[in-house]
């Protein structure tokens, strides 16, 4: 008999539990949505929160919704796109890096493979050799891995402050999350896959402030 009012107790806490994470789950989604459709972003360390620790069941949920499998990983880089994008343009260049998929190069690129990434020969065929060629004399370190064990690696091995990823919603997302205290910025591949992957090279020359830095120096030369 004593053990009822304890079961009775156990159970409710379980309800309101499930029924607090439910509504979390529901708010993370509502909030990150408006961010992508209207680009207003509304308490981003609680969709962050949400994205981060219920990850998994967010997925799920989404899914049983009707929303598209990428929603939530699009959801949980543009907010960290929004949140880290001041700390990373304070970062000096030669303190970041960037990261790009190997999936961007053309069928029969001659690159080789290295122990850093594949060594782009920048032959101007594929975007990898037009962001490299841009963000190198900016003084960004530029890798193009073939795989996450690439990524550890040379993270293990760099020193840097900040970093920039491109590629799919939930290799990216994933990224970004484990690599948070570095002011992780990213750019969606805009067609993925495993092979011949695109990507729009002005989002990216956007990230690095390559524009910025080109009006810089016309302005500089015109004085």
Do not use: W
Request: hydrophobic residues 45%; proline residues 3%; charged residues 25%.
């Amino acid at each position: 008999m004593m053990l009822e009012p304890i079961f009775l107790l156990l159970g409710q806490l379980l309800t309101i539990i499930v029924v607090t994470l439910f509504i979390i789950l529901i708010i993370t989604l509502i909030l990150g949505k408006i961010l992508l459709k209207r680009d207003i972003l509304i308490f981003p360390r609680l969709i962050l929160f949400g994205v981060d620790a219920f990850y998994s069941p967010l997925k799920k949920l989404a899914k049983s919704l009707g929303f598209d499998d990428t929603l939530v990983d699009h959801i949980g880089v543009e907010v960290r796109n929004q949140v880290n994008e001041k700390r990373f343009d304070s970062i000096s260049n030669e303190d970041k890096l960037i990261f790009l998929p190997h999936c961007l190069r053309v069928a029969d690129c001659e690159a080789r493979l290295t122990k850093n990434g594949v060594e782009c020969t920048e032959c101007g065929r594929c975007s990898i050799g037009i962001i490299k060629s841009k963000a190198e004399p900016m003084g960004y370190g530029v890798f193009i891995v073939p795989g996450s064990s690439f990524v550890e690696k040379i993270i293990k091995e760099q020193k840097f402050k900040g970093i920039l990823g491109i590629a799919c919603y939930e290799d990216l997302n994933h990224m970004m999350m484990k690599l948070s205290d570095f002011a992780p910025q990213g750019v969606l591949l805009s067609r993925d896959g495993c092979f011949q992957t695109k990507v729009d090279v002005k989002k990216v020359l956007d990230k690095i402030g390559y524009e910025k830095q080109d009006n810089t120096k016309q302005t500089t030369f015109a004085k």
